[in-house]
């Protein structure tokens, strides 16, 4: 029953900072999607890592199920022998982790694009999961997009589409329940639920994604919310057309409901449910503050009571973190980005806690960011504390001063442009230079030494501080799937309390004009060059 076809070589299928995301056009192309299960399957193989028992789930979109029964037919023809396949092939990419751990299979594969848009017009993706139940590393990856730029052929089973699913290396799972358990060892449910039952409220978007069945499952049937209070909860193909980016640019409706205080707490989700923004009545909570608040506050969450070992932000995350650590004698780790970079620090228990710049934390029970674990966690603070959200922030930064913090794209920009850019910031010589008073005083390109295996990886962005305590990061995404996206992330302290009510727009107003000019935005990619997601 097993065929080999012969293919051309794809040579775009390497991943980038979180699996390989490609227009669901390209996914379309003859045999593209065999092409890479076939890729990585050999890469476990040539890796040495078994890969007899795997996970394949995803975030609900487009063309997932229709491409199951010629991914299934790859991994049945190439010896994989147990197959977990998730109920609907829908769930968070965490809730996928843990099945991965729960059921000690080799790995997983989850077919998602994460916070890129879906669709026959949108993007596909697939992220690959080691038997840890996090991202492969980047040996991995390596390997994997050496050998389909060389793949002339794949392996499959000659049998029809209907006829696989009921194969008896096949196994289908709802990850729901095991993930709902997996919370309850985590957090105080009774005191999550006394919050609800004193009468509080809360809104939480899972923007027609993948977070909707386990939202109504946690919140509807454990704590007894109105179904009402979850928004966009019924996963889409197409995600019904919006960009499922938990941010203030794509998650518009949440933000003006909650600014207006329409509820005492506010959640939105990414496509695949690992990345999270919360919001207070009348109070956004920016990703500066996140992983800053849950590090300060982690005593509350008894799975972190007496067993914290350490935290670890991305180089581009905010250094609010850096501060409330400092004082509680914690260690700090900074990594690239990429969750994946995090796992072994996470696995020789230097941390407990860790988090990103794209509203993303998560802790040390998988190795995946977890947009529910951010919610519950927030509530726990909340019931535990009384205290509402604006409290908990403005609390913290009254102690330790605060961080003005931004994070911005220009997403789809020229792609020449954009590496010249990059050529053009590593030579610059602009230590010394002056912008609006402030001196630069380093430019950095950042290299990551993995301290536990001491695996150096190399330009990983560019970091430049200046003497008034300005820092600013750039780097380009690798996860965008047209032209190129530039991101910046800005940051700037102060420890006055008079300006801790400033936006972070206009503390930042300098720093802004700062980077365009550093940059020369204007010389590489025109006049017109706008900013398309600002937070
Ligand atoms: C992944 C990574 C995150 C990163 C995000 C955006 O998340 O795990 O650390 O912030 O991509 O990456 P980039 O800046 O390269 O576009 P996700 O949720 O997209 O898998």
Not at 107 to 122: K, R
Not at 294 to 311: A, D, E, I, Q, S
Not at 464 to 483: A, E, N, P
């Amino acid at each position: 029953m097993i065929k080999t076809i012969s293919i051309n070589p794809y040579t775009d299928q390497n991943p980038g900072t979180s699996g390989l995301r490609r227009r669901t056009s390209i996914f379309m192309q003859p045999y593209y999607i065999e092409s890479f299960i076939q890729g990585v399957l050999d890469t476990f193989k040539q890796m040495g890592m078994p890969c007899d028992k795997l996970v394949i789930g995803g975030d609900g979109r487009y063309p997932g199920t229709e491409f199951l029964p010629r991914i299934l037919k790859v991994l049945i023809a190439n010896g994989v022998s147990q197959i977990l396949v998730i109920r609907d092939l829908v769930a968070p990419t965490p809730a996928i982790s843990n099945i991965i751990t729960k059921y000690k299979t080799d790995g997983g594969l989850a077919l998602t694009a994460s916070h890129n848009p879906a669709g026959q017009n949108g993007d596909f993706g697939i992220k690959i999961e080691a038997a840890n139940g996090g991202g492969v590393n980047e040996e991995f990856t390596n390997l994997l997009s050496d050998i389909t730029s060389k793949l002339t052929s794949f392996k499959t089973l000659d049998v029809s589409d209907d006829k696989i699913v009921v194969r008896p290396e096949i196994m289908h799972i709802d990850p729901i329940s095991d993930y709902t358990e997996l919370m309850k060892q985590l957090f105080d449910f009774d005191l999550i639920k006394s919050w609800f039952d004193a009468g509080h409220t809360i809104r939480l978007d899972a923007m027609n994604a993948a977070s909707g069945p386990t939202l109504y499952n946690i919140f509807v049937n454990e704590f007894g919310c109105s179904p009402d209070w979850i928004l966009r909860g019924t996963p889409l193909p197409d995600f019904g057309g919006i960009h499922p980016e938990p941010n203030r640019a794509y998650a518009t409706d949440l933000y003006d409901f909650m600014m207006v205080g329409g509820a005492d707490f506010g959640c939105a989700f990414d496509g695949d449910g690992d990345r999270n923004m919360v919001m207070g009545r009348g109070f956004y909570v920016g990703p500066s503050d996140c992983l800053a608040a849950m590090t300060l506050w982690h005593k509350y969450v008894p799975h972190f009571n007496n067993n914290f070992f350490g935290v670890a932000r991305t180089r581009p995350t905010s250094s609010a973190v850096d501060l409330v650590a400092d004082k509680m004698g914690i260690n700090v780790y900074q990594t690239p980005t990429g969750w994946k970079y995090f796992a072994n620090l996470l696995d020789d228990k230097r941390i407990s806690l860790c988090g990103e710049e794209s509203f993303g934390q998560g802790g040390d029970y998988i190795r995946e960011k977890d947009g529910v674990f951010a919610l519950l966690f927030w509530l726990s603070i909340m019931a535990a504390t009384g205290k509402d959200i604006e409290t908990i922030i403005t609390d913290m930064w009254n102690e330790y001063g605060r961080v003005f913090y931004s994070q911005y794209a220009y997403e789809g920009v020229d792609k020449n442009a954009a590496d010249q850019l990059q050529v053009y910031i590593r030579d610059a010589d602009i230590v010394g230079l002056e912008f609006f008073c402030e001196k630069i005083v380093s430019k950095e390109i950042f290299e990551y030494t993995d301290p536990v295996t001491g695996q150096v990886v190399p330009n990983q962005g560019f970091e430049i501080k200046t003497d008034g305590g300005t820092r600013i990061f750039h780097r380009l995404s690798g996860t965008g799937t047209v032209g190129a996206t530039l991101r910046f992330y800005i940051e700037k302290y102060s420890d006055n309390p008079n300006e801790y009510n400033m936006s972070q727009f206009d503390y930042l107003k300098n720093v802004f004009q700062m980077v365009d000019e550093i940059f020369k935005l204007c010389e590489f990619f025109g006049d017109d060059i706008k900013p398309t997601a600002v937070n």
